[in-house]
């Protein structure tokens, strides 16, 4: 079953500890993207990858980082959280880089939804 | 820049009535696609659906309609005959050929059909 999976799906974590968020599709998508989702603002780009070791900031960088050294995996890193990264977090790939190949949509993982205290 | 604003945080409708969610968009592109999500209380991300800038024709499935107006850069989402499991937050969003994939997302309009 084509996917994209997240892991962990909840956490609750304290200030400063750092956390990993992985996420990881089965499609053999180029591009993958983080979002955060907070109430009010809608979703917001947090980082995006073109490809393999081709990553780049998104609207929200600040206080994360990624890295693409695998096709299937773009994990997300919280190196010293602090409670205004709370939020419900998305990971989403799709097939190209190329916005206008074919009929390519944007799937998206189940959400981990994330507490620092 | 390319902003998604949907004015309507919260509509409140009975079963069987429809309802309109309002979606307006900005960008500058003129190649441009916009997305319809559905977040049911789950929180999953449910895709709706996809329309490109050059085609303006209205697309029905089942209840859901959904009306392109480039000339009010609308995007609007109707319901017709509203159901309890329509309840749900829907998002509208806009992504252009110069923006690398990335979905704009509006904030979101709440849903609630109640019995």
């Known amino acids: 079953e084509a996917q994209v999976t997240q892991n962990p799906r909840y956490l609750i974590t304290v200030t400063g500890k750092k956390l990993t968020v992985t996420c990881s599709q089965n499609?053999?998508?180029?591009?993958m993207s983080w979002y955060r989702q907070d109430p009010g603002l809608g979703l917001r780009q947090i980082y995006y990858?073109?490809?393999?070791?081709?990553?780049d900031k998104g609207d929200v960088p600040e206080g994360y980082k990624v890295s693409r050294k695998e096709k299937r995996n773009f994990p997300l890193i919280l190196e010293s959280p602090s409670p205004n990264q709370t939020s419900l977090y998305f990971c989403?790939?799709?097939?190209?880089?190329?916005?206008?190949?074919?009929?390519?949509?944007?799937?998206f993982g189940p959400g981990t939804r994330l507490t620092v205290l | 820049a390319q902003k998604v604003t949907q004015a309507q945080t919260e509509i409140s409708v009975v079963e069987k009535e429809d309802v309109t969610l309002d979606c307006v968009y900005e960008?500058?592109?003129?190649?441009?696609?916009l997305f319809w999500y559905k977040q049911p209380p789950s929180g999953e991300l449910v895709f709706l659906i996809r329309?490109?800038?050059?085609?303006?024709q209205n697309e029905i499935s089942g209840r859901y309609s959904w009306n392109f107006q480039k000339s009010t850069s609308s995007f609007n989402f109707t319901i017709t005959a509203s159901q309890v499991v329509d309840s749900a937050v829907y998002f509208c969003a806009l992504v252009t050929i110069r923006g690398f994939q990335k979905l704009v997302f509006g904030t979101g309009t709440r849903l609630l059909v109640s019995p």
């Open positions: 989403a790939s799709s097939l190209s880089s190329e916005v206008f190949s074919g009929t390519d949509t944007q799937y």
């Open positions: 990858s073109m490809n393999v070791e081709v990553t």
């Open positions: 329309r490109n800038s050059f085609d303006e």
């Open positions: 499609m053999n998508h180029e591009y």
């Open positions: 960008t500058r592109d003129t190649t441009y696609y």
